[in-house]
């Protein structure tokens, strides 16, 4: 995913507070919720975060997610009732960075309380350099293209690790606990279970992929690092974090001489961005293709959530990497003909 050109020189802005504590934004009473029905009024950036926020906050808050399903986080453009339910809001859950049009209603909001997730897990860099391929012999910093690669903040795809969104998950639990202190039990107990719940998913990854017969994927671009790195795995992307980017040819041969190296079956694309390059690259080696969701939204909520797409991801992983007959259902790749 994804970071547009058009959102990097905020994103900068962004990296210098990546080691900063949970922010806490006094604005107002913290006795209780302030909503017409008596629940905190929540205001979530997209998916990741509005799934933490519904979680924990149960029946004392009313959720409001600011970025409607199958829409990419990154294009997003708020209007101007959103920019006003922002302002308005109790409590905010995003992550800064990400959507500068939501950092900037962040700005001008009177929240109570305000949780940042990269306040909670600091980014790490999984950049390419943004339309080269890497080790290409070009010194990237110094080309004045426009592209400002030197700009670029860190990954913001950490909700793919299910640790490092459960340390997320304890900020947005201590933050509703100080916004509404009459509920602050009830957030504990609820964030609590959901950290119960991450730490299981933690498992069923460790020991998923832990006889992996290759422990390399290759993906349309590299939103997986933090996966990547918490499971033992190398991610090989054939874009950068930006999916919109279009490779050299000298990292097109890279991937292409990877997948060959370490066995690899399947090329992954994702649900939100196109699968063109992916396809191509699969048609090329004569490999399969298949999911690997980033997880920006839901398509069907009704059938799923963070945690069912996570375990199909895994499945699907499984099944890629070489694990056994235990891959589960909808795991195979597709030919690519």
């Keep these: 995913m994804m970071i547009r050109r058009r959102a990097r020189s905020t994103l900068a802005l962004a990296a210098t507070a990546l080691a900063a504590a949970l922010t806490l934004t006094a604005c107002g009473s913290s006795d209780g919720a302030q909503g017409a029905d008596g629940r905190l009024n929540v205001v979530a950036s997209f998916y990741p975060m509005e799934f933490l926020a519904t979680k924990i906050g149960g029946e004392h808050v009313k959720v409001t997610g600011l970025t409607a399903d199958g829409v990419e986080p990154h294009d997003l453009e708020l209007t101007a009732k959103q920019v006003g339910r922002v302002q308005k809001a109790d409590a905010i859950v995003y992550l800064k960075g990400l959507q500068p049009t939501v950092d900037k209603a962040v700005a001008g909001s009177h929240a109570k309380v305000t949780v940042d997730a990269t306040a909670a897990v600091p980014l790490e860099d999984h950049h ?29 795809h950490i909700w793919l690790d299910p640790t490092r969104y459960a340390a997320v998950a304890r900020s947005v639990g201590a933050g509703f606990a100080e916004a509404d202190p009459a509920h602050a039990d009830d957030y504990r107990r609820n964030t609590d279970a959901l950290v119960g719940l991450l730490a299981t998913l933690d498992q069923e990854f460790k020991d998923g992929l832990k006889d992996a017969r290759s422990r390399t994927f290759v993906t349309s671009h590299a939103a997986f690092g933090y996966l990547a790195e918490a499971y033992s795995l190398t991610q090989v992307s054939i874009n950068g974090v930006d999916p919109e980017s279009e490779p050299t040819p000298a990292r097109l041969a890279e991937v292409q001489k990877a997948a060959r190296d370490n066995g690899v079956t399947t090329i992954f694309f994702e649900t939100l961005a196109s699968p063109r390059l992916a396809e191509t690259v699969a048609k090329d080696l004569g490999l399969g293709t298949a999911v690997l969701d980033p997880l920006e939204g839901v398509k069907d909520r009704a059938k799923d959530d963070y945690l069912t797409v996570m375990r ?6 499984r099944a890629a990497l070489g694990t056994g007959a235990n891959a589960g259902p909808g795991a195979a790749a597709t030919p690519t003909s």
Excluded: F, W, Y
Excluded at 139 to 147: P, T
Excluded at 312 to 317: C, K, P, R, S, Y
């Design 128 to 156: 390419l350099p943004e339309g080269h391929a890497e080790d290409d012999g070009h010194d990237h910093h110094a080309e004045d293209d426009g592209h400002h690669h030197d700009e670029a903040a860190g990954d913001p």
């Design 312 to 317: 199909q991801n895994l499945a699907n992983l």
